[in-house]
T-cell receptor, first 114, second 113 residues
Framework: EAQVTQNPRYLITVTGKKLTVTCSQN?????MSWYRQDPGLGLRQIYY???????DKGDVPEGYKVSRKEKRNFPLILESPSPNQTSLYFC?????????????FGDGTRLSIL | AQTVTQSQPEMSVQEAETVTLSCTYD???????LFWYKQPPSRQMILVIR??????QNATENRFSVNFQKAAKSFSLKISDSQLGDTAMYFC??????????FGTGTRLKVLA
């Protein structure tokens, strides 16, 4: 089954404790992206990647890191999480051959930073 | 910078009736892509419909259709014969060829039995 898998689905942690949210897709997609969703703000793009070793900032990259060492994986790293990073996070992927290809989204990760 | 505006935070519609969700955007690009995504209570993000800016014909997917007005920078979604399963948050999204996506703030649609 074609899917984007995020882990964990839920996480409660404390300020300053490094964490990683993993994202993996099994569709051989070149493009992957991370978003955060906050009430009243919609989805905002954090980082995206066009292919292995190619990443770029979205609209809200501060406080986040990403890496794309393998095509299927695109982890989101919070080196020193803060309460303002409490949010619902989505990973997405798509083929990049045609720009109108829809993104496939993971099921989301609910992150709470205390 | 590109922006996407959804001016209706909440809407409701009776089952079987038609509803239109509005979306406007601002860009200086001539070639871009527009999408409507649906997020039901399960919080999954599901593509509803997409439109390429260079195509004048409005996209249609079963009960869902768009009214794309390029000059007015408007991209509204019409849902015909509304069903209870259409209850969800709907997001309008803009993307240009660099794969940078801009989403609107969403419209929460409730379909009433």
């Amino acid at each position: 089954e074609a899917q984007v898998t995020q882990n964990p689905r839920y996480l409660i942690t404390v300020t300053g404790k490094k964490l990683t949210v993993t994202c993996s897709q099994n569709m051989n997609h070149e493009y992957m992206s991370w978003y955060r969703q906050d009430p009243g703000l919609g989805l905002r793009q954090i980082y995206y990647s066009m292919n292995v070793e190619v990443t770029d900032k979205g609209d809200v990259p501060e406080g986040y890191k990403v890496s794309r060492k393998e095509k299927r994986n695109f982890p989101l790293i919070l080196e020193s999480p803060s309460p303002n990073q409490t949010s619902l996070y989505f990973c997405a992927s798509s083929h990049s051959l045609y720009s109108n290809q829809p993104q496939h989204f993971g099921d989301g990760t609910r992150l709470s930073i205390l | 910078a590109q922006t996407v505006t959804q001016s209706q935070p909440e809407m409701s519609v009776q089952e079987a009736e038609t509803v239109t969700l509005s979306c406007t955007y601002d860009t200086s690009e001539s070639n871009y892509y527009l999408f409507w995504y649906k997020q039901p209570p399960s919080r999954q993000m599901i593509l509803v419909i997409r439109q390429e800016a260079y195509k004048q014909q409005n996209a249609t997917e079963n009960r869902f259709s768009v009214n794309f007005q390029k000059a007015a920078k408007s991209f509204s979604l019409k849902i015909s014969d509304s069903q209870l399963g259409d209850t969800a948050m709907y997001f309008c999204a803009f993307m240009k060829g660099t794969y940078k996506y801009i989403f609107g703030t969403g419209t929460r649609l409730k379909v009433l039995a």
